[in-house]
């Protein structure tokens, strides 16, 4: 949805993606799946995704004493971090023109002089693994917080991080991939999911699944596809 709705970003994805498809001596196109995963706006997008529509209550049990934010909180309470918090914050993620609520296919996007003075956009999670953490959890020595002071903590994934997220990754590039190298995809409007009519606004993320993990959206999406070729 977030490339289809921007004629420009779907042009600039259909030409990054076409350039690690390859042609066999018998005409038969694939692409170089290595090349694939390297490619910097697509992997931008995919962090940019993860960031803005996944939520996830962490939650732990406190094995010592802490005080946190001014609370005493005792051994034996349960605690929750929401990932939207960290994810939204304007101090980590907004930049000028480009606030850390609305999705910038670019934010994760760095250029890089190369040898020859060229110069080559790469991409880059500058980001302490407590400033982006999808799939994260709080961790310390165990899969519990475990401290009696006030330092220690770790936001990060840790030994509870999923152990198939790259592979997901790998299956989600892949999928938008064969899409945008197979059909020009044109976005035709917004319509509600529970009777198909038009919507007088884009989908948002359904806020009532806030803290499951990937969130769906509230509206569909109408498009026209074209094969290619």
Same mark, same amino acid.
């Given at each position: 949805?977030?490339?289809?709705?921007?004629?420009?970003?779907?042009?600039?994805?259909?030409?990054?993606?076409?350039?690690?498809?390859?042609?066999?001596?018998?005409?038969?196109?694939?692409?170089?799946?290595?090349?694939?995963?390297?490619?910097?706006?697509?992997?931008?997008?995919?962090?940019?995704?993860?960031?803005?529509?996944?939520?996830?209550?962490?939650?732990?049990?406190?094995?010592?004493?802490?005080?946190?934010?001014?609370?005493?909180?005792?051994?034996?309470?349960?605690?929750?971090?929401?990932?939207?918090?960290?994810?939204?914050?304007?101090?980590?993620?907004?930049?000028?023109?480009?606030?850390?609520?609305?999705?910038?296919?670019?934010?994760? $996007?760095?250029?890089?002089?190369?040898?020859?003075?060229?110069?080559?956009?790469?991409?880059?999670?500058?980001?302490?693994?407590?400033?982006?953490?999808?799939?994260?959890?709080?961790?310390?020595?165990?899969?519990?917080?475990?401290?009696?002071?006030?330092?220690?903590?770790?936001?990060?994934?840790?030994?509870?991080?999923?152990?198939?997220?790259?592979?997901?990754?790998?299956?989600?590039?892949?999928?938008?991939?064969?899409?945008?190298?197979?059909?020009?995809?044109?976005?035709?409007?917004? $319509?509600?999911?529970?009777?198909?009519?038009?919507?007088?606004?884009?989908?948002?993320?359904?806020?009532?699944?806030?803290?499951?993990?990937?969130?769906?959206?509230?509206?569909?999406?109408?498009?026209?596809?074209?094969?290619?070729?």
């Amino acid at each position: 949805m977030e490339i289809i709705k921007d004629p420009l970003l779907f042009r600039q994805v259909h030409g990054e993606v076409t350039s690690v498809c390859v042609v066999d001596e018998q005409g038969n196109s694939s692409i170089e799946v290595g090349r694939l995963m390297s490619l910097p706006l697509l992997q931008s997008i995919y962090a940019e995704v993860l960031r803005l529509h996944v939520s996830i209550n962490v939650t732990r049990e406190l094995t010592g004493n802490i005080t946190l934010g001014g609370y005493s909180l005792e051994k034996g309470s349960v605690i929750q971090a929401a990932t939207e918090i960290c994810h939204h914050d304007e101090v980590i993620w907004g930049v000028p023109g480009h606030p850390a609520s609305e999705f910038w296919a670019e934010r994760h $996007i760095k250029l890089v002089q190369e040898p020859d003075g060229q110069w080559k956009r790469q991409f880059a999670m500058n980001k302490k693994p407590g400033e982006f953490f999808p799939f994260g959890m709080l961790e310390q020595s165990s899969r519990r917080i475990i401290t009696e002071t006030n330092e220690g903590w770790l936001l990060g994934g840790g030994r509870g991080m999923c152990p198939g997220r790259s592979f997901a990754k790998q299956e989600v590039i892949l999928t938008i991939a064969m899409f945008v190298s197979t059909f020009d995809i044109e976005f035709e409007g917004w $319509i509600n999911s529970a009777d198909g009519s038009s919507s007088d606004r884009q989908a948002q993320n359904d806020p009532r699944y806030s803290g499951t993990a990937a969130i769906p959206p509230d509206r569909d999406m109408k498009v026209r596809l074209r094969r290619l070729g």
